[in-house]
Each structure stands twice: as structure tokens, then as C-alpha cells.
């Protein structure tokens, strides 16, 4: 049984950060690209950042490239989202996803 479980999220103010992850069980967790996605109230996912099965390729949304740095350790079938200077916009459940799972998400709340 796959499982994607994210943790981390957090209320925080505009300008912190924010380091969620996510922890993969029931698959070979190096063979995946893992990605994040988020969703607002109201809005439709939308895709934040990617990884590759190593972790020597990542891609960014422009909304978030320069504040945001995604990385993996495929030891621990883990993902992380570091999150910097962050802003009201980007409040919203986050959620890690291995091309075919999606984990339950996490939320982020960022006040102004």
C-alpha cells in the first residue's frame, strides 16, 4: 500500500519560512520524480516544485523560484520543501505527490 504523508506546515508570518516533508512508504521511493503541489481556497492545485530520482534536477513554478528549494534523501524516502521569505500568496494546503499518489496535505497560513 503506497502512502505519501506530509508534515511541517505551519502558521507563520510574512517573511519566515517553513521546511515541510514528506515520507514515502510502499514504494521504491528512488525511482519516482516526487513533486509538491498546493491548493488556495477556491482555486485549483497547482504545481510548486519537482525533483528528480536523484535529487541533480529541480524545477520551480515561477511564483516560487529564488524563495523556495526543494531536495530529497532517498535513505529516508523523504522530500522536503524549504520555504523562505514567504507571503500571504502562498497560503494554502500543501501536497507532495509521486505522479500517481497524493499524499493528505499539509496546511501553510502565512499572515501579512
Known amino acids: 500500500q503506497v502512502q505519501l504523508v506530509e508534515s511541517g506546515g505551519g502558521l507563520v508570518q510574512a517573511g519566515g519560512s517553513l521546511r515541510p516533508s514528506c515520507s514515502a512508504s510502499?514504494?521504491?521511493?528512488?525511482?519516482?520524480?516526487m513533486g509538491w503541489f498546493r491548493q488556495a481556497p477556491g482555486k485549483e492545485r497547482e504545481f510548486v516544485a519537482a525533483?528528480?530520482?536523484?535529487?541533480?534536477?529541480?524545477y520551480y513554478a515561477d511564483s516560487v523560484k529564488g524563495r523556495f528549494t526543494m531536495s530529497r534523501d532517498n535513505a529516508k524516502n523523504t522530500v522536503y520543501l524549504q520555504m523562505d521569505n514567504l507571503k500571504p500568496g502562498d497560503t494554502a494546503v500543501y501536497y507532495c505527490?509521486?505522479?500517481?499518489?497524493w499524499g493528505q496535505g499539509t496546511q501553510v497560513t502565512v499572515s501579512s
Open positions: 505527490h509521486n505522479g500517481a499518489n
Open positions: 510502499g514504494i521504491t521511493f528512488s525511482n519516482y520524480f
Open positions: 525533483i528528480s530520482w536523484s535529487g541533480g534536477n529541480t
